[in-house]
Nanobody, 126 residues
């Protein structure tokens, strides 16, 4: 069983930065691809960024491309989402997700993921 715990959310002003972390309780974190999703108020959950199990390959949604960076530290069993130039539209609940992987695939759909964190609130407001 994989448990994921997000941290680092909170209130930030427009144009500001925030880093989310996801700590995994697994034996071998490198055996899992992971991603960050978010659910904005009144909308469906959507992909923010995804990363393969090695940390080499990444993918981003068009809405955050250029402002967000997804990374991972397999030794520390932790994934991170660095968000810059935050906008009001970035407000939402952010979820860390993981799934078993044995190659360099990136998974973009929420149905591809088996394990989810509890979610953490990010609010962009002046």
């Amino acid at each position: 069983q994989v448990q994921l715990v997000e941290s680092g959310g909170g209130l930030v002003q427009p144009g500001g930065s925030l880093t989310l972390s996801c700590t995994a309780s697994v034996r071998t974190f490198r055996d899992y691809a992971m991603a960050w999703f978010r659910q904005r108020p009144g909308e469906d959950r959507e992909l923010v960024a995804a990363i393969d199990r090695t940390g080499i390959r990444t993918a981003y949604s068009d809405s955050v491309q250029g402002r967000v960076s997804i990374t991972r530290d397999n030794a520390e069993k932790r994934g991170s989402l660095q968000m810059n130039k935050l906008e009001y539209e970035d407000t939402g609940v952010y979820y860390c997700a993981a799934r078993g992987a044995f190659d360099w695939s990136i998974y973009r759909a929420d149905i591809d993921y088996d394990y989810w964190g509890q979610g953490i609130q990010v609010t962009v407001s002046s």
